[in-house]
């Protein structure tokens, strides 16, 4: 009998797949991460983003359009 293996929760996206999820283009999120607005973990030499600083980075976008509104 066979099994389905169930799909594994993403726990580190590549920067173009970041931008990807967030609907922006490649080199905006190497500008966001340059400006320490979406943060990063690093695994030697690559930088990924963990889901939960996509998350952060997402509300403070709402904060600031809150506070602009």
């Not at 799909?7 to 590549?14: A, G, I, N, T």
């Not at 966001?32 to 952060?56: A, C, D, M, N, S």
């Amino acid at each position: 009998m066979a099994t389905v293996a169930e799909p594994v929760e993403q726990l580190l996206y590549r920067p173009e797949e970041a931008a990807k999820a967030l609907r922006i283009g490649r080199s905006m999120v190497y500008e966001e991460i340059r400006l320490g607005r979406l943060q990063t973990v690093r695994i030697g030499r690559r930088r990924l983003v963990p889901p939960e600083y996509i998350e952060r980075y997402v509300e403070l976008l709402k904060r600031e359009a809150e506070a602009t509104a």
